[in-house]
């Protein structure tokens, strides 16, 4: 993976399907102000081994394995990571920095901390939402990172892939994939034209 041309795009499907438990659960230590009251309770939890019980959303073991891999390709490729991230029904139009927006974790995390989970809600626009994602994905793909502005050899290739987060079945994804392709070629077509995008290959 070339750092400064393969490009990661991870969109998150913000539909009501992720406001519902995972089945995974934490403890939580309940603190209470009176010293002594807390000592006593602590000593308590102590004997019975128990200590209150949360349970975690879909939404919230999402985000925690998308930053977990955001993580990742931080540690490996530092600064120039590229990145960006995309969720559903969530306005992102300005994508003319979206790969100097993500540089490091405490970025990412800043982002999802100002994104509410996601509630009930109907889910008749959700495909809209999705293919509206991915087109936006698309377009941050075929537009030109800062180190690509001025290509440093004659086989230069912009690559990329979009990990998509969802809960769509097999039939819909492939309908989503169609859509996916048309906005691909569109956006390639576009790149002949204007020198803000550039052909990218999906891998």
């Known amino acids: ?9 991870l969109i998150l499907d913000h539909s009501s399907f992720f406001a519902r438990p995972s089945g ?4 939580v230590n309940v603190q209470n102000t009176d010293q002594q ?3 006593q ?5 102590q004997i019975n081994n128990e200590n209150t019980i949360g349970m975690k959303s879909l939404w919230t073991c999402v985000v925690e394995c998308v930053l977990e891999y955001c993580r990742i390709l931080f540690d490996i490729f530092e600064d120039d990571a590229l990145i960006t991230l995309i969720v559903t ?6 994508q003319s920095s979206c790969w100097n927006r993500y540089k490091n974790l405490s970025q990412c995390m800043d982002f999802f901390s100002g994104i509410q989970p996601p509630n009930e809600r109907s889910t008749v626009n959700d495909d809209d939402l999705l293919k509206h994602s991915l087109n936006e994905g698309i377009t941050a793909l075929c537009t030109r990172s800062k180190k690509q502005n001025i290509p ?8 990329g892939h979009i990990i998509l987060f969802s809960t769509f079945n097999s039939k819909r ?4 994939e169609k859509d996916a392709q048309i906005f691909h070629q569109s956006h390639n ?11 990218y290959f999906i891998f």
């Open 1 to 9: 993976m070339n750092h400064q041309r393969s490009k990661t795009v």
């Open 24 to 27: 995974v659960t934490f403890n």
């Open 37 to 39: 009251q807390q000592q």
């Open 41 to 45: 309770q602590q000593q308590q939890d």
């Open 89 to 94: 029904g969530i306005d992102q139009r300005d």
């Open 152 to 159: 440093t050899d004659l086989d230069y290739t912009n690559s």
């Open 173 to 176: 994804i492939q309908t989503i």
């Open 189 to 199: 077509h576009m790149a002949l034209e204007m020198t803000e995008y550039i052909f």
